[in-house]
């Protein structure tokens, strides 16, 4: 059974009530930040109960872990504080930033939906012949069009950019990702350098036309 059917099975507290959205509803509202925080902890209550904070993709169950770990919902999933609750960002952002992170070292994004994804500061974006992954303004990391390698900016940054180096060190030797280390510069070379064509219009193409001899025949 898929997830989805799962899910719609295991309503919760909104099978009391026809005006409560179903545990798949709370889901895309979360993942469209629609959700308000108390919709937010009980629906991570919901998942941690069910078990299926832990099926789901990464960034639930890290999320629903530093839920659990800042006193908001228990470990059996009973939401704890929910009255007049304001959630702290730095809860959610990192954990995006994580799965950013690892959306581009393993390349699992969908190219054909938009070229832009990620997290308010931390972005997979298209460039012309590759996909950079750019802190603020800053490019991090770039990945050329079709290339199992990665380019990485060695450079010092701020404590925060650092963090996001070393988790992309870690994501890379953790899925066995090539990255090669280079200067702030030489990536930015990378990023805007002509692709090369090596299709066979680019190749000269010899002519069947025979030459004139530049000796005289006997």
Do not use: C
């Amino acid at each position: 059974m898929s997830i989805q059917k799962r899910l719609s099975k295991m309503l919760a507290e909104a099978t009391t009530s026809k005006k409560k959205p179903d545990q798949v509803d709370l889901i895309m509202a979360y993942e469209q930040g629609d959700l308000s925080d108390q919709d937010t902890l009980k629906l991570f209550g919901q998942l941690v109960k069910s078990g299926l904070a832990w099926k789901l993709q990464g960034s639930y169950g890290r999320t629903a872990k530093a839920l659990i770990d800042a006193g908001y919902i228990s470990p059996k999933g009973e939401v704890l504080q929910s009255e007049g609750v304001q959630l702290e960002n730095s809860i959610f952002i990192e954990t995006k930033n994580i799965d950013v992170i690892d959306m581009f070292i393993n390349d699992s994004f969908p190219k054909d939906k938009k070229s832009i994804w990620g997290t308010e500061h931390l972005k997979i974006v298209k460039k012309p012949n590759g996909w950079a992954l750019v802190n603020y303004s800053t490019a991090i990391a770039y990945r050329p069009n079709g290339s199992d390698e990665v380019f990485f900016n060695k450079r010092k940054y701020s404590v925060t950019t650092s963090k996001i180096q070393n988790q992309i060190r870690n994501s890379a030797r953790k899925n066995g990702v090539h990255i090669i280390e280079m200067d702030e510069k030489s990536v930015e070379d990378k990023i805007w350098e002509p692709k090369s064509d090596t299709s066979d219009k680019a190749r000269p193409v010899a002519s069947s036309k025979k030459q004139p001899s530049l000796f005289p025949s006997d």
